[in-house]
């Protein structure tokens, strides 16, 4: 890393304006974001292979929601902090920012469309556990799975052809500073991606309000051997909705901004780092304890694979 470039007028990849940073502030904002993402992307990466070392978790529709989650994290957070730190370095080529700042969308779209599936899953799991087997499968999960895919590429595809047809000349051989607002400025698309956000979180937050009140309706139909299930499905409802709350916050980072700098116009950019690290890299925790720290199968199945379990096993 030179730190000539990190010395000089830097910028941060939240807030796409050029202010000086000094180097050991620089440094130290890089280190922590990328130790965190290390950190949290070894614990997803531990989840996902003991995903794939029990046949229990692979044939369960839960679980399959639940890593494709945990994929669908990783790929934001490293795409998320890979951006963080180029933009402390240096401006890229024009393509290469088309294609990580498409997997960055996708998989923020991502995020609510599959939480909402999950809240659907534990709706049915309690209010129809007869047909949960037979409306839950693994084939049709897989099939949803594939559909919130295809109306996230409806949220970015078409502004990423659109840059790249009327930008050919420059698609190979410019740099620029990458993010989202580099790419796409044309007016209409920018309203089309305010318009599908809206329309993609009103859906969700609808769907968690009707599953939870669902839910808890069901719990008091049921009998006291149910409760514990119901009431779990109940809280997993309100954390979700809380990950997705942390996750929404990117969308009112804009209007935000303003404010941050009005208030802290001497700390902003400290300000709009911690704003990073709870929007960009805390949402991404969350997965791992909703799962596995607070499911007890795959807990104690994940627990065989983390090092601190293996040193207390064989120290």
Not at 36 to 62: D, E, S
Not at 70 to 81: G, K, P, R, Y
Not at 159 to 168: G, S
Request: proline fraction near 3%; aromatic fraction near 16%; include cysteine.
């Amino acid at each position: 890393m030179n730190s000539s470039l990190l010395g000089q007028n830097v910028s941060t990849a939240v807030t796409g304006q050029f202010k000086r940073d000094s180097f050991d502030s620089a440094l130290a904002k890089n280190v922590l974001v990328v130790a965190l993402g290390i950190t949290i992307n070894y614990i997803n990466a531990t989840m996902i292979y003991t995903f794939r070392k029990h046949q229990v978790f692979y044939t369960n529709p839960r679980y399959v929601l639940f890593i494709h989650l945990v994929i669908n994290d990783m790929i934001q957070l490293t795409t998320s902090i890979l951006l963080f730190v180029l933009s402390y370095i240096l401006n890229i080529n024009a393509f290469l920012c088309c294609i990580i700042v498409a997997f960055a969308v996708f998989t923020t779209v991502n995020t609510p469309l599959n939480l909402a599936v999950m809240a659907v899953e534990c709706y049915i799991a309690v209010c129809f556990p007869l047909r949960h087997s037979e409306m839950c499968t693994v084939k049709r999960i897989y099939i949803l799975i594939a559909c919130i895919w295809a109306l996230s590429l409806l949220s970015w595809l078409p502004d990423i052809i659109y840059f790249m047809a009327t930008n050919p000349d420059k698609l190979f051989l410019s740099t620029l500073y990458c993010n989202i607002g580099s790419l796409v400025t044309n007016s209409f698309f920018i309203q089309k991606k305010e318009a599908l956000y809206i329309v993609y979180f009103v859906s969700v937050w609808l769907v968690f309000i009707y599953t939870y009140f669902k839910i808890f309706f069901a719990a008091k139909s049921l009998k006291s051997v149910k409760c514990s299930e119901t009431k779990k499905a109940r809280n997993t409802i309100v954390l979700h909705s809380f990950q997705l709350l942390l996750c929404m916050l990117t969308y009112v980072y804009p209007m935000a901004l303003k404010s941050i700098v009005q208030l802290f116009s001497l700390y902003y950019l400290h300000v709009i780092y911690v704003w990073y690290i709870l929007v960009q890299i805390l949402p991404r925790c969350a997965s791992p304890i909703l799962y596995g720290l607070r499911d007890v199968l795959f807990r104690n199945h994940l627990k065989k694979y983390l090092p601190c379990s293996i040193c207390l096993r064989y120290g």
